[in-house]
């Protein structure tokens, strides 16, 4: 092999290309494969030996279980997602800003309409003070792979429902501190309602959160699948200068046939180098 950069640098390349090769083939690295993927390249004895015991320690799967392996999380969002994430958070708390700014004691007795006198007025206004509050109760999930916009929304959901049931009555002795009327009880009875709502919030998040993960893991198990696929594809066409069977596809790639033709499925119009018939 020639000593100069070019040279040393596809070296590097194609070293490390077949160490991922390595990581999901379903049988071990033969000189074949070493010299599909250090074609162009020379390689003498002490550099082939080197090129065995670099993958020789990769954990090698069972090929009727390679696409089943649990692959690394696929986030969706980009940083111009997380970017406008920020505009968003902007432009909701100033939508807010037509709604009046109330104080906590303020706030409190507004529970004693709700409870004495059904006052939906009171209800309305309550459960719109709490929308101040969204932003800071999703803080911990943001940026995990869901937009803040979507956080709000089931948090705004999660609230409205819980004032418009009014699950707070469900506590008793919350009812009664509420009809007593004294400041403290009220007070208290506000911060622990509050407290129920965050924490209802916090469940509806994080099962919308590991939905959402579940659904990018399953989108990268695709993904993974047909690019793994569609490189060998392309790589038997060259060599054998036509396009490949599915069965070639299997047999070069030590994957199952089923497997193949999944990947060609998950493809909108099939892959461009792979001969169905």
Request: proline share 1%; net charge negative.
């Amino acid at each position: 092999m020639q000593n100069n950069k070019d040279t040393l640098t596809m070296f590097m390349e194609a070293l490390d290309a077949i160490k991922k090769y390595a990581s999901v083939k379903g049988s071990p690295i033969t000189k074949e494969d070493i010299e599909q993927y250090f074609k162009g390249l020379t390689l003498d004895e002490q550099q082939l030996n080197m090129v065995y015991q670099f993958v020789a320690d990769v954990k090698v799967p069972d090929s009727d279980t390679i696409f089943e392996q649990e692959k690394e999380e696929v986030v969706t969002l980009s940083l111009q997602d997380y970017e406008n994430d920020k505009k968003y958070i902007k432009m909701y708390m100033k939508d807010l800003e037509h709604l009046e700014s109330l104080s906590d004691t303020t706030r409190a007795f507004l529970l004693i309409n709700i409870v004495e006198d059904n006052d939906a007025q009171s209800l309305k206004i309550l459960s719109e003070s709490m929308l101040h509050k969204i932003v800071e109760w999703i803080q911990p999930y943001r940026n995990k792979g869901v937009l803040s916009s979507d956080l709000i929304q089931e948090a705004n959901l999660a609230m409205m429902g819980y004032m418009s049931e009014k699950r707070f009555l469900n506590h008793y002795e919350w009812k009664e501190q509420i009809k007593e009327g004294l400041t403290e009880d009220l007070l208290s009875v506000l911060n622990q309602m509050e407290e129920e709502i965050k924490q209802e919030i916090q469940e509806a998040l994080m099962i919308m959160i590991n939905e959402q993960s579940s659904s990018n893991k399953m989108a990268g198990k695709v993904l993974y699948k047909v690019n793994f696929v569609n490189d060998w594809a392309f790589r038997l066409k060259e060599e054998l200068g036509r396009n490949p069977t599915v069965e070639e596809i299997a047999k070069k790639t030590g994957i199952s046939v089923d497997n193949v033709r999944e990947a060609i499925y998950f493809t909108a119009d099939n892959m461009e180098f792979i001969d169905e018939k």
